[in-house]
C-alpha cells in the first residue's frame, strides 16, 4: 500500500475540502436530535407554534446547508478517486511500456490487463467511498464511547473493554481477506487468460470443432473464481453476525451491571438507558464496518498487484552515458554473441560472429528454431545479450539510446500485427510525421497500393483487431509499408515474404533494391537467398556457413543439398537441355 | 492551490442525448436504455436458485424482527426489573435476550452465506452463459470486435454484476420490510399525518428520476468506455514487439492517455451524479420532518382531537423511521443501475444473433466420402466489393485440389466457405451431393482438419496442444502423430519432451516449429477432408522434404485443398485452380496449365527461370 497512497498527495486539497465537507455534514446529522428534541419538547409540548416555527426553520436550514455540502462532497470525492485512478492507470502504463520482455515473462498479458482495469476500478471506488461514509463509522464508534463516559464511566468500561476486542477481530479478518481477495483477482487473471486465447485461437477452435472443450475449459476457470469468491466474501460476510453478538453481549453485561449499580446507588436508571442506547448506535456503525472491512481488504489485494508492477524494475534501460547518435551507415556486426532466454538455460544462440556491412542485403536461412528470429530480436535490443557485442556503425548496442536505436530501424515481423485502425493510420503509425505521399510511396514500394486502391474505402478503409478481411500476404505488404515507411537504416524483415507469390515478392525485392538500407531477411527461400549480397547458414544457434551465394555452393554441402531440395529435378533437367 | 480546489468543477458535461448517441455506437438500432427488460433478465438467473432465495428472505424477516425485538425488550427490562429491582426477573430477561440474540446472529449469518452463494452462482452462470454463447456467434463477429473489450465484458461488467447482487437483494427485502411495518403502525396512529408524510414520495420519485435518468447512462458509459481501455491494453500489449521495435512507446502512451481520459470524465459524471442520492434522501427527509411537526403542531393546538401530543410525538419519531428504508432503496437503486450498465452489456452480446442456427432439416453425417463441388458461388465480405465471383469445381474423393493466384485473389475465402465460417451469397457447396447448409456445422468440421495460416498455440504442453486434434487421442496416438509430422525431433530435444509448456507468445518455439505442430494437430484428427492454408511456407526446406512426404501420405484417400506458394509442391495436384480477383481464370493439372501458357505457365516458368539463373 506504500506504493499506492503517493498517488493521492497531489489531491491533498480536493480531499481536505471533501473531508471537511463531510464533517460539515456530519455535525448537521448529529445537531439534528437536539433540535428536533427541541420542537417536541418546547414546542409541541408546550404547545407553542412559534417554536415550531423557528427550530423547523432552523432545521430546514441546516439540512440545505447539509445538502449543498453532500453534493459538493460529490464532486470532490469523485474528483479525487476518478484522477486517482486516471493517474495509476497512467503511470501502470507507462511502466508496462518501459518494460522489456523479461519483465513481460513474469506478468502475462492477461493479468496486466485486470490489473490495469479491474484491479484499479477496486482502488478508485474505495478512495470515493472513504471520502464520503468510511471515517463516519469510526467517528461515530468513538463519539458513541466518549459520551457513553460522560454519563457514567463505570457502565461505559463495559464498552471500552468490547471495542478493542472487536478492533482486533476485524485486523484479523482483514489480514485474512486480503489475501484470500489476492487469490480472487489471481482468478479474474485466469479467467481473462481464457478467454483472450479463445478470442484469438476462434478460427482454430471452431474449425477443430473444441467449442464443447474450451466451455469446459472456461467452466473451471470461472468456477475456481465462483468458489474464490464466495471464500474471501463469506470470510468478510462472518464478522457482521459476531460484531453484532459481541455488541449484544455488551449490552447485557451494561443491563446486569447496571442493575447491580442502579441497586447499589451508584447509577440512575437514566444512566443505564443511555449507555444502552449507545452501544445500540455503535453496534449500528459497527455494521458498517464490515462493508469497510470487504472494500479495505479488496483494496489491499489490489494495491499489492499494482505495487507489484510498479515494483518491478525494467531490466532494459539506457546506459547512463548513452550517447546521442543516431544510425548512420547501418553497418552490423555480432562478436562472439551467446544468449539465452531469461529462465532457461538452453543457449539459443552460441558465440556467434559475423558483420554485414553498411547497404548490403543479407539473407539469413536456417532450419526451424536455429534461433534466427532470436538473432532479430537483439539488433533492435529487446533482449540483452548474455556474452559478447552487437556493433551497429562499430558502436556498441548498449551505448545507444533505446529510443535512437530503433528509431532507425524497421522491422517486419513473421506474423503481420495489424492495429485497429485505417489503412493510412496503420501504414502511418511506423512514423507519425509521414506525409501522405510517403505513405503512398511505402505502399506502392511493399505492393500493396494497387490493392489498397480496390479498397471500398481505399486508404481510410477501417482494419479489424487482426485486419482480417485481408489475406495473409496482404496483411504482410502492409506492415512491409508500415516499415518502409520510416526510411530505415536498417530493415529487418524476418520471413516476411512467406505469404507473398513468387511475381509479388520479386517485384517488392526489387524496389527494396533502391533503397539505401542495410537489409536483413530471415528466408527459407532460395530466390530470396540468391538475390542476396551476404548470406548467413544459422544451425542451433551456430554460424554454420557465411559468404555469397556462390560461395556457398562450394563451401557448404548443406547450402547445396538446401538449393538442390528447392530447385527439384524438374529444374535441373531444364537446365541442362538449355545447355 | 485554488487551482485544485475548482477542479472538480471544470469537467466536461454532456448532455443526456451526447451519452446516448455515443452509447448506441457499434450496438444496433437496439433500444438504448432498457432497463427493466435488463432487471428482468438478471431476475431470471436469480430465479433458478428460488428455494434458496425464499431461505434468505425468511432468514431476512427472522433477523429483522429480532432486530426489533430485541431493544424492546430491553426497555421492557429496564422499566420492570432494573427500575424495580427485581433481579430474578432480570436474569430470567437476559437469559431471553441471550438467545435472541443469537438467534439474530445467526439469521443473518445464514441469509449472508446463502445469499454469498446464490448471487457467486447466478455471476457464474451468467458468465459462461456469456462464454458460451460467444462460441455460437459467427466468425464475422470476432473480425469486427476488439478482443480486449469483449473481455472487459466478462471481468469488469461482470464485477459490476457481482457485487451488487452479493449485498442488494438482502438491502431491499429487509429495506422493504421495515417500510412496510412502519407504514402499518404510521397508519395506526394518524392516517391524516401519514398522508402527509407520503407527500415526500412523489418529490423522492421526480428527484430520483432526474437523477437516475443521468447515472443509468453514465455507468453505461463508464463501462463501455472502460471496455474500449481495456480493448486498446489488449491490443498494445499484444503488439508490443512491434510497439517496441518501432519505439512507439510515446504514441501509444499518448492514445491510452486519451482513453483513460474519457474513462475518468464519464466516471467523474457517473459517480458525482450518483452520490447525491443518499443526499437528496437526506434533505427531504429532513424536510418531511419539519413540515410534519408544523402541521401536526397546528393539528394539535387546533385542539379537535385528530391529532394528540403523545400520537404526535410517536409519529414524529416514526415518521423519521420511515425515510431511513427509503433513503436505503435509494441508494440501492443506484448500485442496481451500475450492475444493470454491466449486465447490459453483457446481455448484448447474448442478443448477438448466432451463427446461423443449422437448418432445422439438418443432419448429422456419420462418414463423408469427401466428394466436394462449388457450384456457382459467389461472396463478399463487405456489401460493395465481390471477393469471390462464380466459383465452380468439383473435387472427387480422394483428390487433391491446389489454388493458387496471386495474394488476395480469394484462396483462403475459398476456405473459410468450405468450413462455412462464412456462408455464401450465391450457389451453394456441396458435399457427397448434398448442399453442406443442410449439414449440421458440427458435423461438417468434423469431417475436416485445418493447418492454417496462424498456427495458434494454446498455453500448455506440447502433448496437450497435439491432442486438441483429437481429444481421445492416447498419449501413443499423440507421439505417432508428432513423428508423422516430423515434429517428434525438436520436441525430443526439447527440456521436457512432450510435456514441455508452451507459452501463449510463443517464446521458445519457432514459428517453422509452431506449424509441425499444427500438421501433427490435423495428422491426429484424421479427417476426410483436409484444408492446408500456406502451411509450408515458412518450413525450412530439409524439414519441408520431410512433410512433403507426411502429407502426401496423409493426403492419400482423402479429399486435400492446398494453397501453397512454391508450385513445385502442387505440382501433383489432381486439379489446378488458378484464381485472379475472385474468379477461376485458369483449371486443370499441371501439365495441361502449362500446356495453355497461361497466368500459370507464366508463373511456373518465372520460377524456373530464377532456377535456372544456378
Known sequence: ?579 | MFKEAIKPFQYKRRSIQEIDQLNERGRGKKKAQDFSGTLKKIWFYLSMHKLKLSLVILMVVISSSMALLGPFLVGMGIDDYIVNQDTDGLIRLLWILAIIYAVHSLAAWFQAMWMVRIAQDTVFTMRTGLFNHLHKLPIPFFDKRQHGELMSRVTNDMENVSSTLNSSVIQIVSSILTLVGTVSVMLYLSPLLTLITVLVIPAMYFGLKWITKRTGRLFKEQQRNLGELNGYIQETLSGQRIIKTFSQEKKVIAQFKERNEQLRLAGFWAQTFSGFIPKLMNFLNNLSFAVIALIGGMLVLNGEGVVTIGVMVIFVEYSRQFTRPLNDLANQFNTLLSAVAGAERVFDIMNEKEERRDEDEAIEVNSLNGQVEFSHVSFAYEKDEDTLTDISFKAEPGETVAFVGPTGAGKTTIINLLSRFYDVNDGAVKMDGKDIKTIKRSSLRSHMAFVLQDSFLFEGTIRENIRYGRLTATDEEVEKAAELANAASFIRKMPKQFDTLLQVDGQGISQGQRQLLSIARAILADPSILVLDEATSSIDTITEIKIQEALQRLMKGRTSFVIAHRLNTIQSADQILVLQHGRIIERGDHQSLIKKKGFYADLHNSQLREKMIL
Open chain 1, 1 to 579: 500500500m506504500k506504493r499506492i497512497f503517493p498517488f493521492l498527495t497531489p489531491y491533498k486539497i480536493a480531499i481536505f475540502i471533501a473531508l471537511s465537507l463531510m464533517l460539515m455534514e456530519l455535525a448537521v446529522e448529529l445537531v439534528q436530535p437536539l433540535i428536533i428534541a427541541k420542537i417536541i419538547d418546547d414546542g409541541i409540548l408546550q404547545q407553542d407554534l412559534s417554536v415550531v416555527f423557528r427550530w423547523g426553520g432552523v432545521l430546514i436550514g441546516c439540512s440545505i446547508a447539509a445538502f449543498a455540502a453532500g453534493v459538493t462532497n460529490s464532486f470532490y470525492s469523485s474528483h479525487v478517486s476518478q484522477s486517482f485512478g486516471f493517474d495509476i492507470r497512467k503511470t501502470l502504463y507507462d511502466k508496462v511500456q518501459a518494460f522489456s520482455f523479461t519483465n513481460f515473462g513474469r506478468f502475462p498479458a492477461s493479468s496486466l490487463i485486470t490489473r490495469l482495469t479491474n484491479d484499479v476500478t477496486m482502488l478508485q471506488n474505495t478512495v470515493f467511498m472513504s471520502l464520503r461514509i468510511m471515517m463516519r463509522a469510526p467517528l461515530l464508534v468513538i463519539g458513541s464511547v466518549i459520551l457513553a463516559f460522560v454519563v457514567n464511566a463505570r457502565l461505559a468500561l463495559v464498552l471500552v473493554i468490547s471495542v478493542p476486542v472487536i478492533i482486533f477481530f476485524l485486523l484479523f479478518i482483514m489480514k485474512k481477506a486480503g489475501k484470500l481477495f489476492k487469490m480472487v483477482q489471481e482468478r479474474v487473471d485466469q479467467v481473462n487468460k481464457v478467454m483472450q486465447e479463445n478470442l484469438v485461437g476462434i478460427r482454430l477452435i471452431k474449425a477443430f470443432l473444441r467449442a464443447g472443450y474450451e466451455m469446459k475449459r472456461f467452466r473451471k476457470s470461472s468456477q475456481e473464481l465462483m468458489e474464490k469468491t464466495v471464500k474471501a466474501l463469506r470470510l468478510v460476510e462472518v464478522t457482521m453476525p459476531i460484531i453484532l453478538l459481541l455488541m449484544n453481549a455488551s449490552i447485557l453485561v451494561v443491563l446486569w451491571y447496571g442493575s447491580i449499580e442502579v441497586t447499589a446507588d451508584r447509577a440512575s436508571v437514566g444512566d443505564v438507558v443511555a449507555v444502552v442506547n449507545y452501544a445500540t448506535r455503535m453496534t449500528g456503525a459497527l455494521s458498517i464496518v464490515t462493508m469497510i472491512i470487504m472494500v479495505f481488504s479488496r483494496a489491499k489485494a489490489s494495491g499489492n498487484r499494482i505495487a507489484e508492477v510498479l515494483e518491478t524494475p525494467v531490466d532494459l534501460v539506457d546506459r547512463e552515458a548513452s550517447d546521442n547518435y543516431a544510425i548512420k551507415q547501418g553497418s552490423i556486426t555480432f562478436d562472439d554473441v551467446t544468449f539465452s532466454y531469461p529462465e532457461s538455460d538452453e543457449q539459443v544462440i552460441r558465440n556467434l560472429s559475423f558483420s554485414i556491412k553498411a547497404g548490403q542485403r543479407a539473407a539469413i536461412l536456417g532450419a526451424t528454431g536455429s534461433g534466427k528470429s532470436t538473432l532479430f530480436q537483439l539488433i533492435p535490443r529487446l533482449y540483452d545479450v548474455d556474452k559478447g557485442e552487437i556493433r551497429i556503425d562499430h558502436q556498441e548496442l548498449t551505448s545507444f539510446k533505446l529510443e535512437n536505436l530503433r528509431q532507425q530501424i524497421g522491422f517486419v515481423p513473421q506474423e503481420a500485427m495489424l492495429f485497429t485502425g485505417s489503412v493510412k493510420e496503420n501504414i502511418a503509425w511506423g512514423d507519425d510525421k509521414a506525409s501522405f505521399e510517403e505513405i503512398k510511396e511505402a505502399a506502392m514500394r511493399a505492393q500493396i497500393h494497387d490493392t489498397i486502391m480496390d479498397l471500398p474505402k481505399q486508404y481510410d478503409t477501417q482494419l479489424g483487431q487482426k485486419g482480417v478481411n485481408l489475406s495473409g500476404g496482404q496483411k504482410q505488404r502492409l506492415s512491409i509499408a508500415r516499415a518502409l515507411v520510416r526510411k530505415p537504416k536498417i530493415l529487418l524483415m524476418d520471413d516476411s515474404t512467406s505469404a507473398l507469390d513468387m511475381k509479388t515478392e520479386a517485384k517488392l525485392l526489387e524496389q527494396l533494391a533502391d533503397l539505401s538500407c542495410t537489409t536483413v531477411m530471415i528466408t527459407q527461400k532460395i530466390s530470396t537467398t540468391m538475390a542476396s549480397d551476404h548470406i548467413l547458414l544459422l544451425d542451433e544457434g551456430e554460424l554454420l556457413a557465411e559468404g555469397s551465394h556462390q560461395d556457398l555452393l562450394t563451401s557448404s554441402t548443406l547450402y547445396l543439398k538446401i538449393v538442390e531440395s528447392q530447385i527439384g529435378k524438374e529444374a535441373l533437367n531444364l537446365v541442362q537441355r538449355s545447355n
